[in-house]
């Protein structure tokens, strides 16, 4: 897939050179624990990274994991995911790293993502996961729109507990609309 443009991120294909970055997000508890996963050490982010490198070359995929950049930067700053949930549906999933919060990435990153998917891959539902203690990225989902659907009971076990997540959606038509 050819990189997404954002106003203030690129979007680009993983790189097994990218595990420095890729172990500075996957490897920190500031950022897993919003995650559905218990942080990783090196050789489970190697192992991670080689898989996604392999999926991202299959002519069909299943998934679109994605490095996100800054503009002016190549280094991994996070990394964004749209993942099948059915017929024209997905997932939506991000992360940034520690380091870079605060900025407007995951906004900008997730809106550019999203773009692909309604106007590039014709899905017709986007929704995401987020934990209710993650108000950082409550605030991206709604500020791009998404509805509140409600509340999925334990729905991660991650670090050593189980977790509810807050459902949100947006449909290709609401979109369109705010498009």
Known sequence: ??????????????????LEDYLAIVGDDRVTNWLSFDSRDR??????LDSIVERSQQE???DYLLAVTSRDDDRMIGFARL???????????YAIAADHW??????????TLLRCAFETLALHRVSAAIGPENLASIAVV?????S????????VYTNNAWRD????????????HRA
Do not use: C
């Not at 449909?171 to 369109?176: A, F, G, M, V």
């Open 142 to 146: 709604k500020t791009l729109g998404f």
């Open 83 to 93: 993942g099948p949930t059915g017929v024209q549906a997905a997932h939506l999933g």
């Open 1 to 18: 897939m050819e990189p997404l443009t954002g106003d203030g991120t690129r979007l680009r294909e993983f790189r097994t050179e990218d």
């Open 60 to 62: 069909n995929r299943s």
């Open 102 to 111: 605060g900025h407007g990435y995951a906004t900008d990153a997730a809106r």
């Open 165 to 176: 997540s807050l459902l949100y959606s947006l449909l290709t038509t609401e979109w369109t």
């Open 43 to 48: 050789e489970a982010a190697r192992k991670a």
């Open 148 to 155: 509140y659907e409600g509340r999925i009971r334990h729905h």
